[in-house]
Nanobody, 122 residues
Framework: QVQLVESGGGLVQSGGSLRLSCAAS????????MGWSRQAPGKEREFVAT????????YYPNSVKGRFTISRDNAKNTVYLQMNSLKPEDTAVYYC???????????????WGQGTQVTVSS
């Protein structure tokens, strides 16, 4: 059974940084693309980062480009999201996902974790 467990969320002031981690188990981690998405109360799920199987390609939407960095360690079965220059509008529950396709669409990912809360105060 595939499991994705996020950690690293919390409360941070505007302009601060957080690093999220996602530990994966249940299938060969290096065979799948990984991604991060977020959902704020009353809003639709938004994709924020994706990385291909080997870590050679990444993609970010304009809303986070230049501030967020996704990376992965295939030896540790872990994907990370480094978030810098955080803004109050980044406040959301952040989820990591695993999928067969290197994609920026939430629906292309087979599994998602339970999420970790990120709150950015102004």
């Amino acid at each position: 059974q595939v499991q994705l467990v996020e950690s690293g969320g919390g409360l941070v002031q505007s302009g601060g940084s957080l690093r999220l981690s996602c530990a994966a188990s249940g299938r060969t981690f290096s065979s799948y693309a990984m991604g991060w998405s977020r959902q704020a109360p009353g809003k639709e799920r938004e994709f924020v980062a994706t990385i291909d199987r080997r870590g050679g390609s990444t993609y970010y939407p304009n809303s986070v480009k230049g501030r967020f960095t996704i990376s992965r360690d295939n030896a540790k079965n872990t994907v990370y999201l480094q978030m810098n220059s955080l803004k109050p509008e980044d406040t959301a529950v952040y989820y990591c996902g695993s999928g067969n396709v290197y994609s920026s669409r939430v629906r292309d990912y087979d599994y998602w974790g339970q999420g970790t809360q990120v709150t950015v105060s102004s």
